[in-house]
């Protein structure tokens, strides 16, 4: 699988750097929540489990989504190895991959296309990161950089270690020593942090109202694209 690539030298003005938001912008949907619905289906007693936890989580929901959604991607991966993790992962990315309009064909076009001309290209997501991984190896894109959100075993099963949303984007990026780039497609305010260091700042599928606070953040006009 192919893992984000170290950025060795300072942006000189010619750097070939492009980085892609996967959900909404090459996948339709969240294929991480995606995943966990999957699962959820495939095992009544997580349901069970989700059902007796509900007084922790659905108050959480009422001030947070994320701290509700963590509860439940917790019990989803209870008294999970990380073998048992990666094979249900692929299992799953090898499923939906094969799903007709699951991915943004105009997005994967635009990917290609900067491949094709020597750009480095780095997909940056809050997806995790084996699932982000096999999803684009199946679409023949094995050789594409990701940088993704992290889990790791605990004494319980697997948990989230990092959420790679918003500003952890930017901070993942400069862990490895990728601190700035040519062009960004992002779909979401969420990205604004990636959107705002890159060249070119490229809006997909944006609303009109969301296209304005972007701007208006950002303090330069941003490409808009419509991808189907």
């Given amino acids: 699988m192919a893992a984000a690539p170290e950025n060795t030298g300072a942006d000189d003005g010619t750097s070939r750097i492009v980085l892609f938001d996967f959900d909404g912008v090459l996948f ?7 995943f966990m619905r999957h699962h959820y289906k495939q095992s009544f007693w997580r349901k069970v489990l989700a059902v007796l936890t ?3 989580w659905l108050p959480c929901a009422l001030f947070s989504r994320w701290w509700a959604a963590r509860t439940l991607v917790n019990v989803a991966l209870f008294g999970m190895g990380q073998k048992r993790y990666r094979q249900l992962a692929e299992a799953f990315a090898d499923q939906i991959v094969r799903r007709p309009r699951q991915f943004y064909r105009d ?5 290609r296309k900067h491949v094709a001309e020597g750009d480095q290209v780095i997909v940056v997501t809050g997806c995790e990161q084996v ?4 999803l684009l190896a199946q679409l023949g894109l094995p050789e594409v950089g990701v940088i993704g959100s992290q889990i790791r075993p605990g ?4 948990r989230i270690k990092v959420h790679n949303v918003g500003r952890r984007k930017v901070q993942s990026l400069a862990a490895k020593g990728i601190k700035s780039w040519r062009v960004a497609y992002g779909d979401s305010f969420l990205d604004m942090q990636m959107l705002k260091q890159a060249r070119e700042a490229v809006l997909v599928n944006g609303t009109p109202k969301l296209c304005k606070r972007v701007e208006r953040a950002l303090g330069r006009s941003v490409t808009r694209v419509a991808w189907y």
Wanted: hydrophobic share 50%; net charge negative; glycine share 14%.
């Fill in 28 to 34: 339709q949907g969240d294929s991480f929540a995606m």
């Fill in 107 to 111: 997005g994967l076009q635009a990917l």
């Fill in 54 to 56: 509900m007084p922790w």
């Fill in 155 to 158: 004494w319980s099963g697997m």
């Fill in 131 to 134: 699932l982000a991984e096999r």
